[in-house]
């Protein structure tokens, strides 16, 4: 159990100087992965008004076949309006006639309705390019700055992460379950030496028959108070 508990110590000292290498990066990790979502959003927004803009075109290029096919319709009535001889032939025309201009209207209506929405589309496309550009402008000066941070620590980290998985694997799964719970719910720190009668942790009065325990290494006890495992560090004394 003592080397076990050694052990955690040497753990806690390299996780203790990896997060110290994670918090050298800053906000940046987090910057540049939301500055990914923000982009691949604008990107897919971009994308989906560039296929309703085309489709929006399609349908103007039709209403203004729709026009065109009933002006012409419109001006063959007109044509047919001098030669009739009778009037029920002028009223079928004249019927016939009446269905194209509305139809014609109707188009109109809808062609101006659709030339309205191109518009808008179009405007938003142009401030969404925009917006994309500048996304991708920051997010390359983001990735930039990372870069050059985890090439400077890179290998640091690996070293360090090597060196984790060694203790790790020599180390009784459930203290390293115990020690990786506390240490996520207690800011970083599984483990707390003792400083006099109290815990290094959370300051807290440690009976001194807890203490002599804890300085013979031979088992776990945790801090009643923050939770963390006590351990004794004669290279401390």
């Not at 109109?108 to 191109?118: A, F, G, P, V």
């Not at 707390?192 to 300051?203: L, P, R, S």
Request: hydrophobic residues 30%; proline residues 2%; negative net charge.
């Amino acid at each position: 159990m003592e080397q076990t508990l050694y052990g955690l110590i040497e753990l806690q000292e390299v996780d203790n100087r990896l997060d110290e290498l994670k918090d050298a990066r800053g906000d940046l990790p987090l910057i540049v992965e939301e500055l990914e979502y923000k982009l691949s959003n604008k990107k897919e927004e971009l994308k989906n008004l560039k296929e309703e803009l085309k489709a929006a075109k399609v349908k103007n290029n039709e209403m203004e076949l729709a026009i065109e096919e009933a002006r012409e319709r419109l001006e063959k009535y007109d044509e047919q309006l001098y030669q009739v001889k009778t009037n029920k032939e002028y009223d079928a025309i004249t019927t016939e006639s009446e269905h194209a201009r509305q139809k014609m209207e109707e188009s109109k209506n809808e062609r101006d309705n659709i030339q309205y929405t191109i518009e808008e589309i179009e405007e938003r496309i142009t401030e969404l390019e925009s917006e994309t550009d500048k996304l991708e402008g920051e997010l390359e000066e983001n990735k930039s700055e990372l870069k050059v941070k985890l090439e400077g620590t890179a290998e640091e980290e690996n070293l360090l992460k090597q060196e984790r998985s060694i203790i790790v694997e020599k180390t009784n799964p459930s203290i390293v379950s115990t020690y990786e719970r506390v240490r996520d719910a207690r800011g970083g720190q599984g483990i707390a030496k003792i400083n006099g009668n109290v815990c290094g942790g959370c300051f807290s009065y440690i009976p001194p028959q807890k203490v002599v325990e804890v300085k013979k290494m031979k088992q776990i006890f945790t801090c009643e108070s923050c939770g963390r495992i006590l351990v004794w560090d004669d290279s401390e004394v």
